[in-house]
């Protein structure tokens, strides 16, 4: 390893650290009546569906500020005559009005309560308007910290976008800031400089244009998560290119920096074989109907539905290393293939609370080594998973805090990978697993989920006891060891320790050269071998064992 990328891996290790650094302090964090407001369905959400959004804006990228309006649709389920809507310091709302009437707003940190005049009745459509403006909050480590990146690019262009998974869509846009409603439609709608342009979310309807400036018109089709939403202004250049998938033609658009085309051009090959791979996996991609893109971005990179931003480096990896160790990992760009993940687990399945967030990222994070075992072979895949174990931390439970916006451990990468790896092993019939894997995404289709959706999807699916499984792995952080022993007769005696009483998962395992499956519990049973022969774990089991005798 070269000392150049020697320093880049080490630094990617610490990027880690960071993020479960930020988990473990979150969970630690006391709850305040902001965190409620941000993570719970509070009343003022209940009574009404979104539907559609408007948003409508100005990017000023000399005062580095936003200003416009977000008009929100919206479904009346019963009758309440306040609303909440969020939007973070510093940007302020200066009006909102319903069918033209100026309403009073009442506010209590990012949560602002709309004081409506007009009667709601349940089973109405009702829609308010909503002014605002500011300078938001400038991302410093994006994508980790979150807000909007006011950078330039090589040649001193404007080079701005937003990355806001953790802190929230309302930190530069009004929004009911809750992942458990999402609106059916959303039309976006940006003005930029005249030499500058923007892509977000969904197809390009029309484009603008005036003396000093132009305005891009985006409109989504499908469902989509506040956090998702994204807008990208910089001096790009457009191709593409039609994939035939599951569904028939899928318009795959890319967007990169006018000076990085050719490079682009190369590296963005990935995005086919991620397609290929995924919908084999996965079923078809979501949202043919608003198409796939890449596009560039100022920081690394994240899953803006339909709308993939990237900033690897034009290189394959994670920034050039391979975080599995395996050298899998460098046979794919790591960004193009991560976050286009996210396009079935995250922005297709969705987490209703940033508490199940570990639906986002273990799928995900285990989408890469099926990307690898999909073009290189099952081998080579469960290698690229088992490889990623290094950085397991197993300090918090992977699933969160309900109600206060809180996620769990940044284990729910790394771990939640092998997790899935280990129950393909329990199920141990390749077929159903990937039907199981295509269902998931069929069965949620464009919707919000829990945990306990996921779970009792797979438990039916697969036909087996597995809720002591997810109950280890996901709210537990010891990792079961399989304890075992010979006794003077040669049977081998064994159980599983280091984990919860009602753990009861088959190991597989090869003694001497045969390969056995064995019933287990944390009971001591046993099996007659004959003589003492060597026991070794299916690795591919996210396990540990221990032999008693220590022979």
């Not at 994670?318 to 460098?330: Q, V």
């Not at 010891?478 to 064994?494: A, F, G, M, R, V």
Request: charged share 25%; aromatic share 14%.
């Amino acid at each position: 390893m070269s000392l150049i990328k020697g320093k880049i891996f080490k630094l990617s290790l610490l990027v880690l650290s960071i993020i479960s650094f930020i988990s473990e302090s979150q969970s630690q964090q006391r709850i305040t009546r902001a965190d409620t407001l941000r993570g719970s369905i509070t009343p003022e959400r209940a009574w009404w569906d979104l539907n559609y959004y408007h948003l409508d804006i100005e990017v000023k990228p000399e005062s580095k500020s936003i200003s416009g309006t977000n008009t929100v649709r919206y479904l009346v389920k019963e009758p309440h005559q306040v609303l909440q809507i969020d939007l973070q310091k510093p940007m302020k709302i200066t009006l909102v009005k319903q069918d033209g009437k100026s309403l009073e707003v009442k506010k209590d940190g990012a949560a602002h309560f709309v004081q409506l005049q007009k009667k709601q009745i349940a089973g109405e459509y009702e829609s308010i308007e909503i002014s605002y403006e500011g300078q938001p909050k400038e991302a410093i480590r994006p994508p980790w910290d979150g807000g909007l990146t006011w950078s330039k690019d090589e040649n001193e262009n404007w080079f701005i976008a937003n990355s806001n998974q953790g802190i929230g869509s309302s930190i530069w846009w009004p929004s009911k800031d809750h992942p458990a409603d999402e609106p059916d439609s959303m039309l976006i709608s940006v003005k930029v400089p005249k030499d500058l342009m923007n892509v977000s979310n969904g197809q390009l309807r029309e484009v603008e244009e005036s003396d000093l400036t132009k305005t891009y018109r985006w409109f989504v089709s499908n469902p989509i998560n506040g956090y998702g939403v994204n807008i990208n202004v910089g001096d790009y250049v457009h191709f593409d290119e039609i994939y035939q998938g599951e569904k028939g033609p899928l318009k795959m658009d890319y967007y990169p920096l006018s000076y990085n085309l050719d490079k682009a051009k190369k590296q963005f090959k990935d995005a086919t074989r991620m397609m290929e791979a995924f919908e084999y996996w996965f079923g078809p991609y979501p949202f043919y109907e608003d198409g796939f893109k890449l596009v560039e971005a100022p920081y690394l990179g994240m899953e803006h539905q339909s709308s993939v931003t990237y900033g690897n480096g034009y290189e394959n990896g994670y920034r050039g290393t391979d975080l599995s160790g395996t050298g899998w990992g460098l046979k794919f760009d790591f960004i193009i293939i991560h976050e286009s993940g996210h396009e079935w687990f995250a922005n297709n399945i969705t987490y209703k609370d940033v508490a199940d967030m570990w639906i986002h990222e273990s799928f995900t994070n285990y989408s890469e080594s099926l990307f690898v075992e999909y073009h290189y072979g099952k081998k080579a895949g469960q290698e690229y998973v088992r490889g990623t174990r290094s950085k397991i931390l197993n300090k918090i439970p992977m699933i969160g805090v309900y109600g206060i916006n809180r996620q769990g451990s940044g284990d729910m990468y790394s771990k939640g990978g092998n997790m899935l790896n280990t129950l393909r092993e329990v199920l141990n019939d390749d077929d159903k697993w990937r039907s199981i894997l295509r269902g998931l995404n069929e069965e949620f289709y464009h919707q919000t989920v829990t945990t306990a959706q996921i779970e009792n999807y797979i438990i039916e699916k697969s036909g087996l006891d597995l809720e002591s499984f997810f109950d280890q792995y996901l709210r537990n952080i010891s990792i079961p060891t399989l304890e075992y022993y010979y006794d003077q007769e040669n049977t081998l005696h064994y159980r599983w320790a280091n984990c919860i009483a009602t753990f009861n998962i088959p190991v597989d395992v090869q003694i001497g050269k045969k390969k056995v499956r064995l019933p287990a519990d944390t009971q001591w049973s046993e099996y007659k071998v004959g003589k003492k022969l060597p026991v070794k774990l299916n690795p591919n089991y996210y396990v540990g064992s221990f032999n008693l005798t220590g022979g």
